[in-house]
């Protein structure tokens, strides 16, 4: 077995570990009775009063999906970047077997896997927020967040969600990634995809101190991902 296959089992382990438990060290809105309906309410209302074409009946997949969009880089974001990150992804186990794994399985909240896991209901968020002109979308599926909006999508967002949300699209970021040998990864990965991981890693080791140590493990992985990553 090569260098790189012996180095991916323990990647995927501690990139999980050091997420998981970032996100369950984040302030408890997305866990526990009645805390999903909470998070998702208070983030809705926020991208709401944020978008330049405000109105009362926004949808809560579309709104909810700006927040995302506005958690990663300002930078072009692939289509394929949102969907793979939600996405079941073939990985390495610690027995150097082949699997795959859900996106709960690395603490992405299970609303978040059922909107942007599915083409559908994707393609229509993110087609409502075009026609608000929160986003602009480019012909090779990137899109592109108006930067108003997302200054003020960050300034109404309850600041106890801020960390929910960058936890959220560091998840997206880092699954989106293909692996060596288990994955063709798309166009432009290295120029459109990593710049979003950077990020994301970037903003919870900045911002979020208590699970600083957690994430430094992760960004180790970062680096191994960078390696293995399909020329």
């Known amino acids: 077995m090569s260098n790189s296959k012996l180095l991916t089992p323990n990647l995927d382990s501690y990139a999980t570990n050091s997420i998981a438990k ?4 984040s302030r408890g809105f997305h866990t526990g009775s ?3 309906s909470l998070w998702k309410t208070l983030s809705t209302t926020a991208a709401s009063g944020a978008v330049p074409r405000p109105r009362t009946n926004h949808s ?3 709104m909810l999906s700006l927040v995302l969009l506005c958690s990663l880089a300002s930078s072009e ?3 394929d970047l949102i969907s793979r990150g939600a996405s079941p992804r073939r990985r390495w186990n610690a027995h150097g077997g082949i699997e795959e ?3 709960l399985y690395i603490a992405l909240s299970s609303a978040l896997v059922d909107l942007l896991s599915s083409i559908a209901k994707l393609d229509n968020a993110l087609c409502e927020l075009v026609s608000l002109s929160a986003i602009s979308k480019s012909s090779d599926e990137t899109y592109m967040v108006n930067r108003a909006v997302q200054a003020r999508v960050s300034d109404s967002l309850p600041p106890e969600l801020h960390s929910f949300w960058r936890l959220q699209a560091l998840v997206v970021a880092y699954r989106s990634i293909p ?4 994955e063709l990864g798309p166009f432009g990965v290295r120029e459109l995809f990593i710049p979003h991981l950077r990020h994301t890693l970037q903003g919870v080791r900045n911002h979020d101190h208590l699970i600083a140590q957690a994430t430094a493990m992760t960004l180790c992985g970062f680096i191994i991902i960078l390696i293995l990553l399909e020329p």
């Open 22 to 25: 970032s996100v369950s060290m």
């Open 34 to 36: 009645g805390a999903t």
């Open 60 to 62: 809560e997949d579309a």
């Open 77 to 79: 974001v692939p289509l």
């Open 101 to 103: 794994k859900d996106a």
């Open 179 to 182: 692996w060596k040998y288990l």
